[in-house]
């Protein structure tokens, strides 16, 4: 069984988009039927995520931590308690390519990074110009990188038991993963294989995080 695990903390406009393109991802042949579970961890939502949600074959974990580790930790717990072989993870406010799951597998590796692409910076205004121009110079899409996302992450379930799984930070949890994966000897896969669109929001749940690095272009 594979599990996905996706955080969700009031993301009713953007969650839909997600989740089908979990579901393609999820029926994609060369899985060979494999069972794909989704959990969605709806974490202190107080609008329509939950509902947006039930309209997909997802299950929901309602908690309320308002922290992304504590919800990605909880999902992950459970789709292992489930059985789960490979855990991947998504945001939100991001869509995965029909071949996501297809891509991380098939690098057979122990844990994949994997890279983002942002299709529109609308959200940027006036900055927008100067936010796309510097993300193109600075941002890696290519294997041999060296980002993380949670956006874009995937690895096999004993090792993200033996690295002790999501410490709970509100922003940097998954990257602290990664680095004490790195430690334990993980044969990580940085590659760009496996595709996914994320949001362009200057402006995040969190104060750092991925919308912080691309505000910085405004400068």
Request: aromatic share 6%.
């Given at each position: 069984?594979?599990?996905?695990?996706?955080?969700?903390?009031?993301?009713?406009?953007?969650?839909?988009?997600?989740?089908?393109?979990?579901?393609?991802?999820?029926?994609?042949?060369?899985?060979?039927?494999?069972?794909?579970?989704?959990?969605?961890?709806?974490?202190?939502?107080?609008?329509?995520?939950?509902?947006?949600?039930?309209?997909?074959?997802?299950?929901?974990?309602?908690?309320?931590?308002?922290?992304?580790?504590?919800?990605?930790?909880?999902?992950?717990?459970?789709?292992?308690?489930?059985?789960?072989?490979?855990?991947?993870?998504?945001?939100?406010?991001?869509?995965?390519?029909?071949?996501?799951?297809?891509?991380?597998?098939?690098?057979?590796?122990?844990?994949?990074?994997?890279?983002?692409?942002?299709?529109?910076?609308?959200?940027?205004?006036?900055?927008?110009?100067?936010?796309?121009?510097?993300?193109?110079?600075?941002?890696?899409?290519?294997?041999?990188?060296?980002?993380?996302?949670?956006?874009?992450?995937?690895?096999?379930?004993?090792?993200?038991?033996?690295?002790?799984?999501?410490?709970?930070?509100?922003?940097?949890?998954?990257?602290?993963?990664?680095?004490?994966?790195?430690?334990?000897?993980a044969n990580i896969a940085?590659?760009?294989?496996?595709?996914?669109?994320?949001?362009?929001?200057?402006?995040?749940?969190?104060?750092?995080?991925?919308?912080?690095?691309?505000?910085?272009?405004?400068?």
């Open positions: 069984m594979i599990g996905i695990c996706i955080p969700v903390h009031n993301e009713e406009a953007l969650i839909g988009q997600c989740l089908e393109s979990v579901e393609h991802a999820s029926l994609h042949p060369a899985l060979h039927q494999e069972t794909v579970v989704v959990a969605v961890v709806l974490d202190s939502c107080q609008d329509t995520s939950a509902a947006v949600a039930s309209r997909w074959p997802v299950i929901p974990l309602v908690i309320g931590a308002k922290n992304v580790g504590k919800a990605r930790s909880h999902g992950a717990d459970y789709l292992l308690r489930l059985g789960a072989r490979w855990l991947a993870f998504t945001d939100a406010d991001s869509c995965v390519s029909a071949s996501w799951l297809v891509d991380q597998l098939s690098l057979q590796a122990d844990v994949v990074c994997g890279t983002v692409e942002i299709s529109n910076w609308a959200d940027h205004g006036v900055h927008a110009d100067r936010a796309k121009q510097n993300f193109d110079s600075t941002y890696a899409d290519r294997n041999g990188h060296r980002h993380v996302h949670g956006a874009n992450l995937g690895m096999s379930a004993w090792h993200y038991r033996q690295a002790g799984g999501f410490e709970p930070r509100t922003c940097g949890e998954d990257q602290a993963l990664v680095d004490r994966l790195c430690g334990q000897g940085w590659s760009a294989l496996p595709r996914v669109i994320t949001s362009a929001r200057p402006y995040s749940r969190v104060r750092d995080g991925f919308a912080a690095a691309l505000r910085s272009g405004w400068n």
